[in-house]
Every structure is written in structure tokens, then in C-alpha cells.
Nanobody, 120 residues
Framework: QVQLVESGGGLVQAGGSLRLSCAASGSISSIESMGWYRQAPEKQRELVAVRPSTGTTNYADSVKGRFTISRDNAKNTVYLQMNSLKPEDTAVYYC??????????????WGQGTQVTVSS
């Protein structure tokens, strides 16, 4: 099996920073991409940032210039540095990975989610 485990959420004041981490573990043959999505109350889940192993990193327009995604491929870990946080960034943040297990195809995996709350 493959598991994605997030850490780093919490409560922060507007203008503050948080860093999220997500480690993929289990039977992993290769990782095509890793990233972050978020879901605010009564809203649909939306892309925040996704970093493929090759190609261009994709950011939501609402976080460009404030959030930075990075990966440590040796550790199968993805990070999200969030600066200049706004109350509208409040959401549950989900780690995402497009991962292939041995003798299998690529499929999408999700973490359990971590709450980020930004107070005004």
C-alpha cells in the first residue's frame, strides 16, 4: 500500500507563515507528481500547487507569489511554504501524489488532510 502523511497545519494570524510537509511511504516504484489541494467549508476541493517530477510546476493564481512548493525526491516528500497568509486561505489542505506501485499503473493518492486556519 501507499500512504501520504501530512504535518504542519495549524492556526496563524493573517500575514503569518506556515510550512506543510507530506511524506509518501509504502511500496513505491515511482512518483510522477506530488502537490497540494485544499477544501474550504462548503466549497469544492481546489488545486493549490502541484510539482511534477519533470515539467512545469502549477500554482493556483490565488497563491502565486505567496506559496512555494518543493520536493525532496530522495525522501518522497513534498513541502508547501505558505507566506503572507490570508483568512481566505483557511481550509483543509490535502497532500496529493500520482504514484506507481511495482507492477502496477500510476494512480492518485491522497493524504488525510491537515487544517490550516488563518485569523484576521
Amino acid at each position: 500500500q501507499v500512504q501520504l502523511v501530512e504535518s504542519g497545519g495549524g492556526l496563524v494570524q493573517a500575514g503569518g507563515s506556515l510550512r506543510l510537509s507530506c511524506a509518501a511511504s509504502g511500496s513505491i516504484s515511482s512518483i510522477e507528481s506530488m502537490g497540494w489541494y485544499r477544501q474550504a467549508p462548503e466549497k469544492q476541493r481546489e488545486l493549490v500547487a502541484v510539482r511534477p517530477s519533470t515539467g512545469t510546476t502549477n500554482y493556483a493564481d490565488s497563491v502565486k507569489g505567496r506559496f512555494t512548493i518543493s520536493r525532496d525526491n530522495a525522501k518522497n516528500t513534498v513541502y508547501l511554504q505558505m507566506n503572507s497568509l490570508k483568512p481566505e486561505d483557511t481550509a483543509v489542505y490535502y497532500c496529493y501524489g500520482r504514484i506507481r506501485r511495482p507492477a502496477s499503473f500510476y494512480r492518485d493518492y491522497w493524504g488525510q488532510g491537515t487544517q490550516v486556519t488563518v485569523s484576521s
